[in-house]
């Protein structure tokens, strides 16, 4: 997004990740911060630590909403609406109040800690543009410029996060167990999700390891299944002609989809007999896949949702593409694409905040360096693409994807070749079509 | 340790540094190609350079690489009937060389697919391919033993330091390092009069004639430290010299360069006999030439303050002398709480006032940028001398202090051991120094040439290029070509001087000191990469001495601050003084200067 509509290939991004995924230690694990655990006793945050935590997550709320407009963004001039100023004011109050509450009191859950990162980021990322990249925009600097610019404030954040943070890698606490309902549920422990086919159909089992509880069964005869895929492809195909050729905000292939989705799980859930595990079978293997991960993708999907419902149901979205496109055009047509510019940067750090800490999650430890290397796939992600939102979209699940599956795919290839292998997809995109999928 | 090695070390460092940013300067200062991957050739040339004077692989669990040329010994083979220390540094010479080859062609081959493509794609694409390289050396263990460093990288010669002149070997080295310095300060002093007589024919011939070079000290001087030769050379031009004579004639006449090379040969040989025949002939003619280096910088000094007056002088004394001062508490106090706050207070005192004086006072206003120059040097002058001999002389020590002085001056030798010495540190900035030299001369010869003339029109517009029948990809591909060289040579520097490599070294950090001394010292402005280069180490140097106050936990997180500091400031620059420090040097093209 910053890409296209702020024209910053911005190299400083990985470390707004960095950034994240460090800021969520505040919350995360309070005593394990440089200044902080000053107000941490045996452990245990005080009041003093929670209300430190309280303070700048709130904070990072209004900000972001300043970073908007000024004061009156506060007042509430980005509403779609145009509400009195102090029901804007009590709103935005209590939006910083409830953020800061989920942070100070949700400690140590992760989640809590996205919620904070996210927060903090969306504030720091209008501030690289201001003070950074508005200023030299300002003087009219060539790309060159900007891009030494881009590198030289991404070594700047990098170390300021090692100044506050020391060299030594850290890593998040994970709770594992999760009271729900009165159960106690453990999301970080993996399930195992077995597949059997045999002559006698499909076999699903979802079993916990750590208690050798069986989930769930379900056998699915031929006939079953058959039916279970029809009656999906044809849901499918109806939701997709019942939108096709309307402009609604979720799309024809999108209704497709989703419908597609629900249909195969529901009918999978109706229509499963219980049955045994055979004995031999054609074809059995076994995904391991716990809460948290499933979390994960579930958290990144419905992220991509709000931004397409912005991006599609909303005025500002509607600016945000119009300016993507054509900056003159938008401004000719009475858009304010300084503000569409600002909005772009509170939205690009409060992902980048959010994508920070899950990545700090999945990769175990937190380094300095974990945000620029991922710097790499973004791009290859984002021209694969093709430089739009939607082309950003597809050209990450692609790079991803590779990423892993490539490391999977060659024989005897090294981990540390992960990136490499992202890098490799991108010459050839490069090479084969620069303007990329959707460019 | 005295003063003057770490400023020794401080020049190796900056030497080959320089030549990092020299190819960086030919990438992009002078044909707009952003290379982010520059890191990527210093990386091969030094693993090149470190492979080809390995010994072959012993074995061992410690240390696996591919393959180990052990170049100094095989040379030594061949040319059994030189002595070992030539040999080895012959050997060397030819590892740097290739080492410099492969990193160009490397070069070329990134380039090739990848030039084509818009300034943004081309910098994220060589950055790319640097991280592979980095990757590959660190993933591969059998090609330079993976993520555990690569060792056992032994230096040139290093066996027959620190010398004392007394044996052949120290004679011989030591003619060559006085020589050199002797030539080098010839030549300095010889442009800097030829600039004051510039200076002088512009505004007319002065009223008393003190116009004539002969006259002036400076000009005294010169004859002297040309040994003369700089008439006799001018005389055999007039007349028309012959042979080898005429063409250094020719040489001395427009750069000095012939008068300097003879007075230098000729010092070198004194120094060498001296050194070889009297016991104190090291310290003496090292004396000599050190206190001839020290009045060159005073030449060029007060030629670059040439309309100071002693107020100047004196104001920029105190500000030096101010910001040393706002330094004391952190030498003085220990607890952290006290120190920090104070030195914080007096810095932000300091600069506040430079900064009122530097916008109110006329003088200051004028001059801001030679102002700005002489503060740091009062800083550097006060720090090598007084406060090394401040804490002797607080204690009526003053023999001690004579010696702290008297070891600060002649720089050219060692004085740690028991006898003064010529140390290793010593060699490797002559080594460098060379090598950098040569390479700027011959980048000076290239860009002042028709090839990079097209250069600069390629990076000024490409069409326009085009349009005149040259192919601009091929321009590119070769000054692809000739910066990535440069920074393999400038790795294969830097696996002698560092012996042990490992692949972190190679980060995409490089790059970014590479860009930042590029623009610190003036875009597209080969000498000035040197000045550049400096600085950038005479900023780590002074702080890391900094650093050594804070309590151990906290280093790390220093460390980090002072590259938190340089970002900042390199952000600064950009944008207030995007030219850097030199700016790009004027060019007459061709069809005269404007």
């Known amino acids: 997004m910053v890409y296209s509509i702020a024209e910053v290939p911005n190299f400083a991004h990985g470390d707004l990740l960095t950034l994240g995924a460090y800021v969520a230690l505040l919350v995360n694990k309070p005593g394990n911060v440089p200044l902080l655990d000053l107000l941490v006793s045996e452990g245990a945050p005080t009041t003093a630590a929670l209300g430190v935590v309280f303070l700048v997550g709130a904070g990072g709320v209004l900000g972001a909403i300043y970073a908007l407009g000024g004061v009156e963004a506060l007042l509430g001039s980005w509403w779609p609406t145009r509400p009195p100023a102090a029901v804007a004011v009590v709103v935005h109050v209590l939006a910083a109040a409830v953020v800061g509450l989920i942070a100070a009191l949700g400690a140590p859950s ?57 060299g030594t890698a850290r890593s998040y606490s994970i709770q594992p167990n999760v009271e729900l309902f009165g159960a106690t549920i453990n999301v970080a422990v993996v399930k195992f999700i077995d597949v059997y086919v045999s002559g006698a159909g499909l076999v699903l089992r ?152 899950t990545l700090g999650f999945l990769f175990g430890t937190l380094t300095i360096t974990m945000g620029f290397f991922l710097l790499l796939p973004m791009f290859a992600a984002v021209i694969l693409g093709g430089i739009t939102i939607y082309g950003a979209l597809v050209g990450s699940y692609i790079v991803g994807l590779s990423m892993e599956v490539g490391l999977f795919a060659i024989p005897n290839l090294d981990a540390t070749y992960r990136v490499p292998v992202a890098f490799v997809v991108l010459i050839v995109v490069l090479l084969v079509k620069p303007e990329g999928i959707t460019g | 340790m005295v003063v003057a090695d770490t400023v020794v070390s401080l020049g190796v460092l900056a030497a080959f540094y320089a030549l990092l940013a020299l190819g960086m300067n030919i990438k992009y200062g002078h044909t707009g190609l952003l290379d982010f991957g520059h890191v990527g050739f210093y990386l091969i040339g030094a693993y090149t350079a470190a492979l080809l004077v390995l010994p072959p692989e012993s074995g061992g669990p410690d240390t696996i690489y591919i393959f180990g040329a052990n170049l100094p010994a095989v040379v030594g083979d061949l040319l059994f009937f030189l002595p070992s220390p030539v040999t080895d540094l012959l050997g060397w010479l030819v590892a740097i060389g290739i080492a410099m080859t492969l990193a160009g062609v490397v070069g070329a081959f990134v380039a090739l697919p990848t030039l084509r493509l818009r300034e943004d794609y081309l910098a994220i694409t060589v950055l790319g391919v640097s991280v592979i390289f980095q990757r590959i050396v660190q993933a591969e263990s059998w090609l330079v033993n993976g993520p555990d460093a690569l060792r056992g990288i032994s230096r040139p010669v290093g066996g027959l330091f620190p010398l004392d002149g007394s044996t052949l070997g120290g004679a011989v080295v030591f003619l060559f390092i006085s020589g050199a310095v002797w030539a080098v300060c010839a030549w300095a002093l010889g442009r800097a009069l030829d600039a004051e007589i510039l200076e002088v024919a512009e505004d007319g011939t002065r009223a008393d004639g003190s116009g004539d070079r002969d006259s002036t000290v400076a000009g005294r001087l010169h004859a002297v430290a040309t040994l003369g030769t700089d008439r006799i050379l001018g005389e055999r031009a007039a007349t028309g010299g012959d042979g080898l004579l005429g063409t250094v004639a020719g040489l001395g006449r427009n750069q000095h360069v012939g008068s300097a090379l003879i007075a230098g040969t000729v010092a070198g040989v ?79 005192v300091v600069v506040g006032g430079t900064a009122y004086m530097a916008t109110n006072w006329d003088r200051f206003a004028d001059r801001q940028f030679r102002y700005g120059t002489f503060a740091a040097l009062w800083f550097g002058v006060i720090w090598y001398f007084p406060l090394q001999i401040l804490t002797p002389v607080l204690n009526g020590n003053l023999g001690t202090a004579a010696n702290v002085v008297f070891d600060s001056t002649v720089w050219m030798l060692s004085f740690s051991g028991a006898q003064p010495t010529i140390g290793y540190s010593r060699f490797l900035l002559f080594f460098f120094g060379a090598l950098l030299f040569v390479c700027l001369y ?83 402005n080969n000498r000035a990469m040197i000045v550049g280069a400096f600085l950038f180490w005479a900023f780590q140097t002074a702080t890391v001495e900094l650093a050594g106050f804070v309590a151990p936990g906290l280093r790390e997180n220093i460390q980090a601050f002072r590259f938190v500091v340089m970002g900042l400031l390199f952000l600064a620059l950009l944008y207030y003084r995007p030219q850097g420090i030199m700016g790009e040097r004027a060019r007459t093209e061709m069809g005269g200067s404007e």
Request: aromatic fraction near 10%; charge should be positive; avoid cysteine.
């Open chain 2, 270 to 348: 004194v120094g060498a006999a001296l050194a070889f025949a009297v016991p104190m002939g090291l310290v003496a003619w090292g004396a000599v030439v050190s206190v001839f280096t020290w009045v060159v910088v005073l030449v060029w000094l007060a030629r670059f303050g040439a309309d100071f007056r002693t107020v100047d002088y004196l104001a920029t004394l105190g500000i030096g002398l101010a910001f040393m001062l706002a330094l004391a508490p952190m030498y003085y106090l220990t607890p952290l709480w006290q120190w920090l706050p104070l030195t914080v207070l007096a810095f932000a």
């Open chain 2, 442 to 524: 011959v980048m000076e010869l290239t860009v002042n040439s028709p090839f990079g003339r097209v250069l600069r029109a390629v990076r000024n517009d490409e069409e326009v290029v085009n349009s005149l029948g040259k192919d601009p990809f091929m321009y590119k591909i070769q000054s692809m070509m000739l910066g990535s060289a440069l920074a393999g040579l400038a790795g294969a520097l830097a696996a002698m001087y560092f012996q042990v490599l490992v692949f972190t070294i190679f980060a995409p950090r490089v790059t970014f000191i590479a860009l930042l001394m590029m623009f610190l010292g003036g875009v597209a």
């Open chain 1, 110 to 166: 992760i989640v809590a800690g996205m919620v904070f990162a996210g927060a903090v980021v969306a504030t720091l990322g209008p501030v690289q543009e201001r003070f950074v990249f508005g200023k030299f925009r300002d003087k009219d600097v060539s790309l060159a410029m900007m891009l030494v610019v881009s590198l030289a404030l991404a070594f700047v954040l990098r170390f300021t996060v090692q100044t506050i943070f020391g």
């Open chain 1, 206 to 357: 979802v079993t916990d390891p750590a208690t050798d509880a069986v989930l769930f069964t379900g056998a699915y005869s031929p006939v079953v299944l058959a039916g279970i895929l029809v009656a999906t492809v044809l849901a499918a195909y109806g939701a997709y002609r019942f939108r096709l050729g309307t402009r609604a905000v979720v799309g024809p292939y999108l209704l497709a989809a989703i419908t597609g989705i629900v249909v195969l799980v529901g009918l999978g859930g109706l229509l499963s007999s219980g049955g045994a595990v055979p004995e031999s079978s054609m074809y059995s293997s076994r995904v391991r896949l716990s809460i948290l991960r499933a979390f994960i993708i579930v958290l990144a999907l419905a992220m991509m949702g709000v931004l397409h419902t912005l991006l599609r149901a909303t005025k500002l979205g509607k600016a945000m593409r119009a300016t993507s496109d054509n900056r003159q055009l938008a401004q000719i047509r009475g858009i304010n694409t300084e503000r569409v510019t600002m909005s772009v940067w509170v939205l690009a750090g409060l992902f980048a905040g959010i994508a920070g800490v």
